[in-house]
DNA sequence: TTATGTGCAAACTGTTTGCGCGAAG
DNA sequence: CTTCGCGCAAACAGTTTGCACATAA
C-alpha cells in the first residue's frame, strides 16, 4: 500500500527520459551535458542552485556555462521551473504537472496558474510559519483578465 | 465618497513618518539618507529595485552603499518588504498589513501569513495568465506545524 | 555535412565590505 | 562626546556573452 512512495533514485531514469523527449519534442538536440544536468535536477527533487548543478557538473567535464545556457533553455521549454533566491541565485527543479486554481471573484470562472508561480511562496510559509501549502488542493481568489479590463473601464485608473 | 481612493502625493509623508517612528522604536538613527529613501519608496508603492533607489538617491548625494545598508536594515526591521526579481535584483516596498489565510486540512486551523510571501507569486500571475490575486479575499489549503509534525510520525521519512 | 551546442575566458550586473571621516543622539 | 552611519573604492557572487572548435542529427 505504501509501494508508490518511493520518490527516490528508481523514479530518476524515468523523470530524465521524460524530460528528453520533452526536449526532442521541442526540436532541441539531447547532448552528453544537458543529460547530465537533468540526471542531477530529477535526483535532487528538491532546489538546485545553477550554481550547484555547475559544482557537481564540472568533475564530469560540463562547463559552468553550458549549465547556465542548458538551465534556461529547459526553463524556456518548460522542462524545469525556477526560483530566486535571496542573493541573487536561481534554483531550479523539474517541472511537475501541479497547478493551481484561480477563481474570479466577479465571473466565477476558474483558472489553471502554472506550477511554479507559488515554489517561492510555499518555500517561505512553510519556514516562516510552518504551513506546508498544497496547491492542488487550494484555489486562490481574484479577478480574471477579462473581468479586470471590464472593472477598469469604469473605476479607478 | 471617493476621497480615500487617491495613494498619491500627500499619503507619502504619512507613511514615511509612521517608517520612521517604526525606526526609532527599534533603536535606529534617522539619517537623511535614510529618510530620503523611505521618501522613495512611500512615493512608488510598486516595486522599486535596490539599483532604482541608488540611482534616483546619486544626485541627492546619498551613495550606493548607503541604500543597500538601509535597505537591508528596513527588511530586516520589517519597515519595508522585499522579493526577489528574475536577474537577481532586489525589489522592495513598504511593508503593508496585508495578509493571507492558510487553512489546515487536517485541524481546520485558520493561520495569517506574512504579506510579503506572496508578491512575487501575484506579480508572476497577472504577467503570465493575467489573474490579479487578492490575498485580503483567498485563503490557501495546507497542512499547519503541529499536524505535520504528528502526520509525519506514521508515514513517509 | 551542417546547424547547433560547448569550452574558454573575459565582461557585466547586483550586492557586500573594511576603512576613516562625519553626524545623530 | 560617543556611538553609529556614511562615502569611497575595491572585492565578490552569480550570470552572460563572443568566439573557435566539436558533435548530434
Redesign the pocket.
Known amino acids: 500500500m505504501n509501494r508508490h512512495v518511493e520518490h527516490h533514485a528508481e523514479d530518476a531514469d524515468v523523470l530524465v527520459g521524460r524530460a528528453i523527449q520533452e526536449?526532442?519534442a521541442h526540436?532541441?538536440?539531447?547532448?552528453?551535458?544537458?543529460r547530465r544536468i537533468l540526471q542531477l535536477l530529477a535526483a535532487h527533487a528538491e532546489h538546485l542552485?545553477?550554481?550547484d548543478v555547475?559544482a557537481r557538473?564540472d568533475d564530469?567535464?560540463?562547463?559552468?556555462?553550458?549549465?547556465?545556457?542548458?538551465?534556461?533553455?529547459f526553463a524556456a521549454t518548460g522542462i524545469v521551473a525556477h526560483r530566486?533566491?535571496?542573493?541573487?541565485?536561481?534554483?531550479y527543479h523539474l517541472a511537475t504537472s501541479t497547478h493551481l486554481h484561480g477563481h474570479c471573484v466577479v465571473c466565477q470562472k476558474v483558472i489553471a496558474l502554472p506550477s511554479d508561480v507559488f515554489d517561492d511562496a510555499a518555500d517561505r510559509m512553510l519556514r516562516q510559519r510552518g504551513f506546508a501549502f498544497d496547491p492542488n488542493r487550494s484555489s486562490i481568489m481574484g479577478t480574471c483578465d477579462s473581468c479586470r479590463a471590464a472593472s477598469s473601464l469604469s473605476a479607478e485608473e
Chains 1, 2 share one sequence.
Open positions: 526536449l526532442r526540436g532541441e538536440r539531447v547532448t552528453a551535458g544537458r542552485t545553477a550554481d555547475a557538473t564530469d567535464g560540463v562547463h559552468r556555462a553550458t549549465v547556465y545556457r542548458s538551465l534556461e533553455l530566486q533566491l535571496p542573493g541573487g541565485a536561481t534554483a
